[in-house]
């Protein structure tokens, strides 16, 4: 345990202590500059940059030579303006609601066009407003979320002229099972884009997020898109994550009990003890972001050693068993590990049947945030 966060555990009687890294966001945003290089590597910052701070997180990814950034919606394209230098441009991944395209267009922000009713608008709205306005045009090459079909691409391709007063800076695509480099769908996405891309000559190519990143040069186009691996979860699956851990989750004790075989622990009862058993009731629950299916399944740590969550998560605690470590090692306002050295954000996600994306973003908002460099 870290004596920094004891002492504040002290100064400030925090029930729990959410600690976020920022000099491991900036090495990992490094380390993948350097394998894209010399192609751009942009920051995908939206849902509040993965729920770690957007007001942190930019500035740090701007100061390591980010200028690309990735919002979901035009509301966080605002919000995070505020933070960076106009050096920077930022994107609107989900494209634009109908209405908000003069907006977007004064504030600079750079729409990403995900349908021929998204390109006919901005033009409209460039032609409106007498200047060339900027955008990258999204084609679904096989997700079936967002972007055009390929009818569509090569409909708009054949008629040049609805992108007239529109300054397309980039041809985008999305991939759907990038972290599993195995998985045949990564080629056909992959050759589904090329051929999109061919439509429009002289665009440049944008693809890649995190796992598209390890899949190799061919998928790097001309500016990544990562997101999880700048915040330290694994952007490949089933293999050793290459990025370093940023967030680190710290739940104090709250109270301690010995309890006989037989009894129950928690909501509906539904853990009986099976012998005499020590407990300890920690300060964070669902209402926390740490998901009800951790139930009986996940574990905090304490010097090593597991202690599995016992009963159902509560809103605002949780029960474990901590028979396993020696009597009056936990007392009140001792810290146990959820997110840290000992369990990575990959296994708590595994446990709670999620992904680390669900669980970053799911963070709550009362934990002491203490930011590192
Ligand atoms: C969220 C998102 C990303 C980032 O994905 P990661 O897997 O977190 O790297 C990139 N591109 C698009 C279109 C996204 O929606």
Not at 251 to 270: D, E, F, K, L, M
Not at 327 to 350: D, R
Request: glycine fraction near 10%; aromatic fraction near 6%; charge should be negative.
């Amino acid at each position: 345990m870290d004596s920094k966060v004891t002492e504040q555990l002290y100064c400030s009687g925090a029930s729990a202590y959410l600690t976020i890294d920022l000099g491991a966001l900036r090495q990992n945003y490094l380390a993948l500059a350097e394998r894209l290089a010399p192609v751009a590597a942009g920051a995908v910052v939206k849902a509040n940059a993965y729920g770690l701070g957007v007001e942190r997180v930019a500035p740090v990814l701007h100061d390591a030579g980010c200028r690309d950034f990735f919002v979901a919606q035009y509301s966080e394209a605002t919000t995070l303006k505020r933070y960076l230098t106009s050096d920077s441009r930022i994107f609107v991944l989900n494209g634009l609601q109908p209405g908000a395209e003069l907006a977007c267009a004064e504030a600079g922000i750079v729409p990403v066009l995900n349908s021929p009713e998204q390109v006919d608008n901005w033009a409209a709205t460039a032609r409106a407003h007498g200047r060339r306005l900027p955008a990258i045009l999204q084609i679904d090459s096989g997700m079936s979320r967002l972007g055009l079909s390929m009818e569509d691409a090569g409909a708009l391709a054949v008629d040049r002229s609805r992108l007239d007063g529109i300054d397309l800076l980039y041809v985008m695509s999305h991939l759907a099972s990038a972290e599993d480099a195995t998985n045949p769908q990564n080629a056909a996405q992959f050759q589904a884009f090329r051929q999109a891309a061919a439509l429009f000559p002289g665009i440049a190519p944008c693809l890649a997020n995190s796992g598209g990143i390890f899949l190799g040069k061919d998928y790097h186009g001309a500016l990544a898109r990562p997101g999880i691996a700048l915040y330290g979860g694994s952007p490949t699956a089933g293999t050793e994550n290459p990025m370093q851990p940023v967030v680190r989750l710290e739940v104090a004790v709250i109270q301690t009990r010995t309890v006989p075989s037989g009894t129950h622990v928690g909501y509906g009862g539904t853990f009986v003890t099976s012998g005499e058993r020590r407990l300890a009731t920690i300060a964070a629950g669902y209402a926390d972001g740490l998901p009800r299916h951790l139930s009986d399944r996940g574990a905090a740590y304490f010097s090593g050693v597991r202690l599995p969550i016992v009963g159902l998560v509560s809103m605002d605690s949780m029960t474990l068993d901590v028979t396993d470590l020696a009597p009056g090692t936990l007392t009140l306002g001792s810290l146990v590990e959820l997110i840290g050295p000992h369990q990575t954000l990959e296994q708590i996600a595994l446990d709670a049947g999620t992904i680390s994306y669900e669980i970053l973003t799911s963070l709550g908002q009362r934990y002491h945030r203490q930011y590192r460099y």
